[in-house]
């Protein structure tokens, strides 16, 4: 094989390569008729569907951040801007997403099962959804987020356990402003600043039959998250970062999150 032959074969390796890892950008409307900008990417192995954050977007959360080109190396990847979020439609400005638009994302991909994973109102998101459509999850993941207890006095000594957040400082202090500043605007218009979906409380965690993990920050309350979780599932892992809090568990570098997250959906795929 001649040296320019070679070159040539490794340059057509190298982009194809690369055109693998840029994820694909699309649409489809949900039953009431709202436009979901959702990403995909892998083309091989099964489904992870990613869930973002209140006041956040699919591509900051999870492409920016290098969660979901680990995840991909051996999974295919959807990852959608919920309704009122980033360049889907906003039929209610600010407000939340809707758990039964990643059903219909999925049914709209043929997708029968996948691993879902939501961060913070993703996590909130994926509750409902392990409530109300158990028989599509292959796994659970929460992600700033968990089940709390349903009994006032659990819930109190599980956040008992928890430490309180030092004073955020650097590019967590930025977002949190932003945040803050977010919900006065909100409130100024509405009375009141809006909040992501609750967490649906009832749900009988004993008859969850997947395998159900949860990574949350040392500052970001985990055992008021996740006592009942560890207490009443059957396949439960639980992930704590260090010195991270809610905002910080997502700003990059995080490898810890990266790779417990991948390596929780690689062993229970």
């Known amino acids: 094989m ?6 040539a074969l490794l340059l057509s390796f190298a982009l194809g390569m690369q055109a693998q890892s840029q994820p694909k950008h ?5 039953s009431d ?6 990403m995909t990417l892998g083309d091989k192995g099964s489904w992870v569907v990613l869930i973002h954050g209140y006041t956040d977007r ?5 492409f920016d951040t290098g969660i979901a080109q680990a995840v991909a190396l051996k999974h295919r990847v959807v990852a959608l801007d919920n309704r009122n979020h980033g360049l889907s439609d906003k039929p209610s400005p600010n407000g939340a ?43 659970a993941s929460f992600g700033g987020s968990g089940i709390q207890e349903t009994d006032a006095t659990l819930r109190a000594k599980a956040a008992a356990m928890d430490k309180p957040m030092p004073e955020p400082q650097g590019a967590e202090a930025a977002e949190f402003q932003r945040l803050r500043e977010s919900a006065a605007s909100l409130a100024k218009g509405t009375g009141k600043a809006p909040g992501p ?15 159900v993990f949860a990574i949350n920050g040392e500052f970001d309350s985990p055992h008021a ?5 560890a207490r009443e599932l059957k396949k439960f892992q639980s992930v704590v970062i260090p010195g991270k809090n809610h905002i910080g568990a997502v700003i990059p570098p995080m ?8 390596a929780f959906v690689n062993k229970n795929d």
């Open 2 to 7: 001649s040296r320019f032959l070679s070159v």
């Open 26 to 30: 699309e649409y489809f409307t949900t």
């Open 33 to 38: 008729g709202i436009k979901i900008h959702y």
């Open 58 to 62: 699919a591509e900051r959360m999870f």
């Open 97 to 139: 997403g809707r758990a039964e638009d990643v059903i219909e994302l999925m049914d709209h991909l043929k997708i029968g099962k996948a691993h879902i994973h939501g961060y913070s109102m993703g996590g909130a998101l994926t509750a409902q959804l392990l409530a109300s459509h158990a028989n599509r999850f292959l796994t």
């Open 197 to 211: 979906a609750p967490t649906p409380l009832a749900i009988d965690l004993k008859k969850v039959k997947v395998p």
């Open 225 to 229: 998250k996740t006592e009942r979780m």
């Open 255 to 262: 490898p810890l999150y990266v790779e417990s997250l991948t």
